[in-house]
């Protein structure tokens, strides 16, 4: 294994989308000074991408041809860099480009949700047949969560357990308060709102929080529900929202580049997942708001202090923890910042460095 003194890094990402898994390889990747490589190029939101980092798009469109493209890139790399990448399909492609000879260099895997607990039936057929393939090749495997590694070695018991870690999402507290100095949009000052985020999709459990809310309403007849971010159930969740009547009070807001002037602002932060590799919405919402409601959705949120827990797809148990959050908070202190400030993207990248060197 290389030394961990001053490494040069190639973090492979599918798109530039700014979802979990791709803010995660730029905070990576601005923490040790690395190479970005995206196969694709996102066609709409993409990440925020400092001007001094080296950043490399392989097609502006087709994921297929930038992952032709990369095949070359691989057989050209200089032996010392390290290829990171945290997208299944995309980590398996490259191991088997390792197992077949096209690269020598070490490879480290990221796991960016629980691919045999999310899936079922052919899809994760495949990803078993990708995995068996792919992962042998990984000098490091790092997953989110103790559960997450749990999964992911019950399911594949042919990996070497000493080459599988966890470490936790990183997040940069400074950064994240930068933001929520941003102002919200003056429909909304002064307005009182719960807040939550994430793609519109059913993982994220929004029709249970939509649920759930209407019963908080009934309580707190002038708060609002505010959801950020677009996805394929927009249609679905507008339609529970007028079932319910809660056209006026629930809010479909679309992707907002920066949602966390809204957690910084909001009387309290929801996250209402089914399923995760391990939300890191959560972690902004903690860094912006000491009022935090999570459902158990991943490995490892049970044991975060001073957040209230709630087991998942249970309307009335999210109702009650929220409106036991929204009166019961207080204080404007935010008791999160101890907690979150070990997770910095540089002890993220070390972590994962020192562990890929041992």
């Known amino acids: 294994m290389m030394s961990t003194s001053k490494p040069k890094i190639n973090l492979i990402s599918l798109t530039d989308r700014p979802n979990g898994a791709e803010n995660v390889l730029l905070k990576m990747a601005i923490s040790v000074n690395g190479n970005l490589i995206f196969i694709a190029k996102n066609q709409d939101t993409r990440l925020v991408i ?3 980092l080296s950043t490399k798009y392989l ?5 297929v041809v930038g992952m032709i493209k990369l095949l070359p890139l691989l057989a050209k790399m200089h032996k010392d860099q390290i290829v990171m ?9 490259l191991g088997i480009c390792k197992r077949i000879g096209l690269f020598k260099n070490e490879l480290i895997v990221r796991e960016c949700t629980s691919i045999f607990t999310r899936f079922s039936g052919f899809k994760k057929f495949v990803y078993q047949i990708l995995y068996k393939l792919g992962y042998p090749a990984a000098d490091l495997v790092v997953c989110q969560t103790d559960t997450m590694l749990n999964q992911l070695m019950d399911h594949n018991p042919f990996l070497d357990s000493s080459r599988v870690i966890v470490q936790p999402n990183p997040i940069d507290v400074d950064k994240i308060m930068d933001l929520g100095n941003e102002h919200l949009n003056q429909i909304h000052e002064g307005e009182q709102f719960i807040c939550t985020a994430g793609r519109l999709i ?4 929004f029709d249970i929080l939509i649920q759930a809310f209407g019963i908080v309403r009934k309580s707190n007849p002038k708060i609002r529900l505010l959801i950020l971010g677009e996805g394929k159930e927009r249609e679905k969740l507008t339609n529970l929202i ?15 580049a920066n949602p966390v002037p809204y957690f910084k602002h909001a009387k309290v932060c929801v996250v209402s997942s089914i399923t995760e590799g391990f939300p890191n919405v959560l972690l902004e919402m903690m860094a912006s708001n000491p009022a935090v409601v999570s459902t158990m959705c991943a490995g490892g949120i049970d044991s975060i202090p001073n957040i209230t827990t709630v087991e998942v797809n249970n309307v009335l148990a999210l109702a009650t923890a929220i409106q036991n959050t929204l009166d019961n908070t207080q204080t404007k202190d935010n008791p999160h910042i101890d907690y979150l400030l070990k997770r910095s993207p540089q002890n993220f990248s070390q972590s994962i460095l020192r562990a890929l060197a041992q």
């Open 202 to 205: 059913p993982e994220k459990g």
């Open 50 to 52: 400092p001007e001094n």
């Open 242 to 256: 007028s079932d319910l009547e809660l056209q006026h009070s629930v809010v479909l807001k679309g992707y907002i």
């Open 85 to 93: 990448s945290t997208h299944p399909y995309l980590n398996a492609y």
């Open 59 to 63: 097609s502006h469109k087709s994921k």
